[in-house]
T-cell receptor, first 115, second 118 residues
């Protein structure tokens, strides 16, 4: 069965510092995509970054980077130079290339950026 | 429109009533998903439409839930005889098509409909 685990219910980071949000996943499928989404208090789910299971390099998008360690089945999100607007819930998700292709979500990590 | 739109943004209903939630996906996106986000259950997949194929209903929690997608675009999620445990935010997402890479894998979400069943 597919599973996404986020072990940090809440994290605090000082403004301008970097922070790592943990995510591990479990699947027997060899082909999948990994995602991070941000959900501010307003409720919308904002796509941040994508990593394909066959991608050789770690994905980066501006201040976001994904530390992909396939053998360990981890896909941690690194946010550099944190800003107050980064305070939100962050969800790790996985999409298989078979079946319904729906997203399997972790339980989320609430990040609070401290001024 | 530029993004996924959903209506209404908020819906308050009485237990036992039927409700309809609407989703308008990004133009050109052939795949559409419904998810439910509730405090106790996190984010759950409900149903998936891909083009004109029969939908994958494997995530629907009961037969009170149904969805349709007309003309391969707009979708309506219907909950019959609502119960208090149906209270949640219902999110719709769309993608360009079958999973197979960054452009087709990524799901873009609408703002959601917050359903409250009294």
């Amino acid at each position: 069965a597919q599973k996404i685990t986020q072990t940090q219910p809440g994290m605090f980071v000082q403004e301008k510092e970097a922070v790592t949000l943990d995510c591990t996943y479990d699947t027997s499928d060899p082909s999948y995509g990994l995602f991070w989404y941000k959900q501010p208090s307003s409720g919308e789910m904002i796509f941040l970054i994508y990593q394909g299971s066959y991608d050789q390099q770690n994905a980066t998008e501006g201040r976001y980077s994904l530390n992909f360690q396939k053998a360990r089945k981890s896909a941690n999100l690194v946010i550099s130079a944190s800003q107050l607007g980064d305070s939100a819930m962050y969800f790790c998700a996985m999409r298989l290339r078979t079946g319904a292709n729906n997203l399997f979500f972790g339980t989320g990590t609430r990040l609070t950026v401290i001024p | 429109g530029a993004g996924v739109s959903q209506s209404p943004s908020n819906k308050v209903t009485e237990k036992g009533k039927d409700v309809e939630l609407r989703c308008d996906p990004i133009s050109g996106h052939t795949a559409l998903y419904w998810y439910r986000q509730s405090l106790g259950q996190g984010l759950e997949f409900l149903i998936y439409f891909q083009g004109n194929s029969a939908p994958d209903k494997s995530g629907l929690p009961s037969d009170r839930f149904s969805a349709e997608r007309t003309g391969g675009s707009v979708s309506t999620l219907t909950i019959q005889r609502t119960q208090q445990e149906d209270s949640a935010v219902y999110l719709c997402a769309s993608t360009k098509g079958l999973a197979g890479g960054p452009n087709t894998d990524t799901q873009y979400f609408g703002p959601g409909t917050r359903l409250t069943v009294l």
